[in-house]
């Protein structure tokens, strides 16, 4: 395996005197794609937000290229890792183009984008399929429409981290196996994805890893391939989670 590009350290955050996380630590190595997972308030979106630098951690230390992350310059930060918050407000006047070309900021020289910043945002909006979007304001799309619009500017800034929370949110199935399909792309490219999601299947199909939160520290750190040999760490999320070895590859289903 490749030298991680991220280490996460010892790092423990609090709201007030209530502890969220507590000593989580792990590494993640270019071309990995790493789903994040666990109950409701288990700290995936806080976790995320202290990786990108949003939240200083109460303890531990978060570790970018072999460089300690409070000591990246915000223009230097925002090349090397780009993140998708769960929530993202932007004004709904903004048409579809301009806000993919927002990504391109921590690489601009000067004032106006250049040829190759809107060749960079064309090819991501065109990866996220929302390329016949790029004259419309955000106001006139729809939920999952206005998310691939977002992925798309995660793309174009072309980090070589990138922290996405719950991308798949508001799209339709079609499209929530197009959003994997890209990331395990992305992946392949030799980029470091770091993604939260709720949906066991599509972290087991497009991932190469599953982290599970819980009881404010990591449960468990799993290749995607040998997961379901033992498909206790299911119980985490619900008791009504069950394997079928009866298709062609194992499967989580419902109960």
Same mark, same amino acid.
């Given at each position: 395996?490749?030298?991680?590009?991220?280490?996460?350290?010892?790092?423990?955050?609090?709201?007030?005197?209530?502890?969220?996380?507590?000593?989580?630590?792990?590494?993640?190595?270019?071309?990995?794609?790493?789903?994040?997972?666990?109950?409701?308030?288990?700290?995936?979106?806080?976790?995320? +937000?202290?990786?990108?630098?949003?939240?200083?951690? &109460?303890?531990?230390?978060?570790?970018?290229?072999?460089?300690?992350? +409070?000591?990246?310059?915000?223009?230097?930060?925002?090349?090397?890792?780009?993140?998708?918050?769960?929530?993202?407000?932007?004004?709904?006047?903004?048409?579809?183009?301009?806000?993919?070309?927002?990504?391109?900021?921590?690489?601009?020289?000067?004032?106006?984008?250049?040829?190759? +910043?809107?060749?960079?945002?064309?090819?991501?909006?065109?990866?996220?399929?929302?390329?016949?979007?790029?004259?419309?304001?955000?106001?006139?799309?729809?939920?999952?429409?206005?998310?691939?619009?977002?992925?798309?500017?995660?793309?174009?800034?072309?980090?070589?981290?990138?922290?996405?929370?719950?991308?798949? &949110?508001?799209?339709?199935?079609?499209?929530?196996?197009?959003?994997?399909?890209?990331?395990?792309?992305?992946?392949?490219?030799? &980029?470091?994805?770091?993604?939260?999601?709720?949906?066991?299947?599509?972290?087991?199909?497009?991932?190469?890893?599953?982290?599970?939160?819980?009881?404010?520290?990591?449960?468990?750190?799993?290749?995607?391939?040998?997961?379901?040999?033992?498909?206790?760490?299911?119980?985490?999320?619900?008791?009504?989670? &069950?394997?079928?070895?009866?298709?062609?590859?194992?499967?989580?289903?419902?109960?």
């Amino acid at each position: 395996m490749r030298s991680p590009v991220l280490r996460v350290r010892n790092v423990a955050w609090r709201a007030s005197t209530v502890p969220v996380l507590e000593h989580v630590s792990f590494d993640v190595a270019p071309g990995e794609l790493v789903a994040v997972m666990g109950r409701n308030g288990a700290g995936k979106s806080t976790l995320l +937000d202290i990786i990108a630098g949003l939240r200083s951690p &109460t303890e531990g230390a978060v570790i970018l290229a072999e460089r300690p992350l +409070d000591e990246w310059a915000a223009i230097a930060r925002a090349r090397m890792l780009a993140h998708l918050p769960q929530s993202l407000r932007a004004d709904l006047s903004m048409r579809a183009e301009a806000l993919v070309l927002m990504g391109r900021y921590a690489h601009a020289a000067r004032w106006f984008e250049s040829d190759e +910043d809107r060749q960079v945002a064309q090819e991501a909006m065109q990866r996220c399929e929302c390329l016949e979007f790029r004259r419309r304001t955000l106001a006139t799309l729809s939920g999952g429409e206005r998310q691939r619009v977002f992925l798309a500017a995660c793309l174009a800034q072309q980090g070589r981290v990138l922290l996405l929370d719950e991308p798949a &949110t508001f799209l339709d199935v079609d499209q929530q196996l197009q959003c994997f399909s890209v990331l395990r792309a992305e992946a392949e490219r030799g &980029t470091a994805c770091l993604v939260v999601t709720h949906d066991v299947n599509l972290a087991l199909t497009f991932c190469t890893r599953v982290i599970i939160l819980a009881e404010r520290g990591v449960a468990r750190d799993l290749a995607t391939e040998s997961a379901l040999d033992d498909p206790a760490w299911l119980h985490v999320f619900s008791q009504r989670l &069950t394997v079928d070895q009866g298709a062609s590859r194992p499967w989580v289903r419902y109960e």
